[in-house]
């Protein structure tokens, strides 16, 4: 494979951009190699300044449900930019677009829209904390929240490929007001609400994590931590930046039936474009500034542009009920194409999925929680990367993330990436 433009690229870039990449996943750190630069994407696939061709299984990281560049997203975006792209005073649209959420997740009874979802659980936990007057707050290990400082604590994706269990520049302060739980472990939950009575504001978690490789809380675990949440009092915070509309119209509430008390979202929520929201209980959500005294804001949030796109995509899930029964058939095919795979070559890696995200781990033991994702070989999945990629396969280059269908993903992609996968594997085991 030719890549002399990203290998000039990258070169350059890093004469000017902190490590050549403006999130760290994307400089292949983790897998070794030369990260290449996309010049087009359109469909189920992407196209790098080489002329290669991948179908791509990151879809920007989660947002792309609908593929690259849809034309719907496209046209409305047009739309909006024709009537200027910020106004930094209120738009109908925005109105519409909290309407919308409330009505796809029906324990959203108010909706603030950010940036980011960095800024949204952020604002979560800070809206939290102000709610119940306490400081600390409990999250789980493996479980990433976006990078303000108070989640940096053992936390999944980049921060975990990266191997610093605890970013230099937070400050003690900070890392001590947050709790490390484990995941799928209710007395580990228990444990900390004991030792620290009354002083717990919120519970932080994603009920199906997509930052250690994919993984669901087991049912009963998620229930005794609702009860548990209701008994003391503490603010239940489902984070749902990658799973809200991704596993289900209604998100991972919706699959695995346990109601949040805030909920956040971003990536799929804005289309593509850089948008975040959390959202809740009316109670807790009036705390926000200006309703209430907590202080939240932001120049761009609620951006006509971002709302427009965000809103063409929540409407299309709206109304295409096929939309998640037709990305289940995709996923399953493509599961059982990989099973058999790993069948004839007489390996019994954990493979996790849950709707069109899914995850191979490099290690034949279940995967149920952090500690048992991090014994997968990373060093395999480095090499497993790199043939994939030869084979016109792009999936993310760092072992705990999830792997994106779209509904613009064919039969045809699936068939391919499944044979990739036969050879790639044969190559490297
Ligand atoms: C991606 C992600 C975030 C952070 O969102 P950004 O838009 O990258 O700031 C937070 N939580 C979860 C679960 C995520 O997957």
Redesign the pocket.
Known sequence: MNIINSERLFLEAQKFIPGGVNSPVRAFKSVGGTPLFIKKGEGSKFYDVDQNEFIDYIGSW?PHLFGHNPEFIKTALLESIEKGVSFGAPTEIEIKMAELITELVPSVEMVRMVN???EA?MSAVRVARGYTGREKFIKFEGC????ADHFLIKAGSGALTLGVPTSPGVTKGNAADTLLAKFNDIESVKELIDANKDEIAAIII?PIA??MGVIKSEDKFLKELRTLCDKEGIVLIF?E??TGFRVARGGAQEVLGVKPDLSTF??IIGGGLPV?AFGGKKEIMNQIAPAGPVYQAGTLSGNPLAMSAGYAALTKIKEDSDLYPSLEVKAVYLEKGMKENLAKLGKNYAMNRIGSMSCMFFTENAVDNFDKATQSDTELYGKYFHEMLKRGVYLAPAQYEAMFISTAHTIEDLDKTISAHYESLKVIL
């Open positions: 989660g980011s979802g960095t659980t990433y929240h976006g990078h994603e997509g930052n984070d930046v990658m971003g990536k975040g």
